[in-house]
């Protein structure tokens, strides 16, 4: 079985400020790592994925994250916040072979202050 | 090109009557998944097909859901009758190939009263 833990519910930085949101995933097999995106009322985005290669992977909107096999994390991050970057993020994983069957992680909502 | 397209964007109901959600995933995508979200119990999948054919329901909270594809550009979900705890926001999502990754519809918001 597969499981996404999302460490902190609710993040808040300043405008400009690193943002590091994190993710730690179990799973018995190679895992595909994804990040999404829920703005207000809106459906998920992708905003960057892992499945093989190199384990730095670049997002939109200048976000990126690592795949750490040795601490099972996959933590999303931003040199620099933005206001336009409130919203919830949602850390993902699915198993190689399964249609693309994802299990998501409860979410994380940041909030950028002035 | 478009995205996934759901309809109706929101949908109020008395408890009791039939609901019937749509989605029209995108072209060339083969796998398609209904998902349930709230505040309490986040997102959830509920059923997800591959070329048409249901693979997955194990997250259909009970009888009085169901969902059919009957072709690879059409997807519904049905609930009768609904009660005020199916009041959510449901999302479609479609997918190409294996571990690829979802794209989602707009939603529809649920009320049931």
């Known amino acids: 079985a597969q499981s996404v833990t999302q460490l902190g519910s609710h993040v808040s930085v300043s405008e400009g400020a690193l943002v590091l949101l994190r993710c730690n995933y179990s799973?018995?097999?190679?895992?595909?790592l994804f990040w999404y995106v829920q703005y207000p009322n809106q459906g998920l985005q992708l905003l960057l994925k892992?499945?093989?290669?190199?384990?730095l992977v670049k997002g939109i909107n200048g976000f990126e994250a690592e795949f750490k096999k040795s601490e099972t994390s996959f933590h999303l991050t931003k040199p620099s916040a933005h206001m336009s970057d409130a919203a919830e993020y949602f850390c993902?994983?699915?198993?190689?072979?399964?249609?693309?069957?994802?299990?998501f992680g409860t979410g994380t909502r940041l909030q950028v202050t002035l | 090109d478009a995205g996934v397209i759901q309809s109706p964007r929101h949908e109020v109901t008395e408890m009791g009557q039939e609901v019937t959600l749509r989605c029209k995933p995108i072209?060339?995508?083969?796998?398609l998944f209904w998902y349930r979200q709230t505040m309490m119990r986040g997102l959830e999948l509920l059923i997800y097909?591959?070329?048409?054919?249901?693979?997955?329901d194990s997250g259909m909270p009970e009888d009085r859901f169901s969902a059919k594809m009957p072709n690879a550009s059409f997807s519904t979900l049905k609930i009768q009758p609904s009660e005020p705890r199916d009041s959510a926001v449901y999302f479609c999502?479609?997918?190409?190939?294996?571990?690829?990754?979802?794209?989602f519809g707009p939603g529809t918001r649920l009320t049931v009263t």
């Open positions: 999502a479609s997918s190409q190939g294996t571990g690829g990754e979802q794209y």
């Open positions: 072209s060339g995508h083969n796998s």
């Open positions: 799973s018995s097999v190679p895992p595909y």
């Open positions: 097909f591959n070329n048409n054919v249901p693979i997955d």
């Open positions: 892992y499945t093989t290669g190199a384990t």
């Open positions: 993902a994983v699915s198993r190689y072979g399964t249609a693309s069957k994802l299990t």
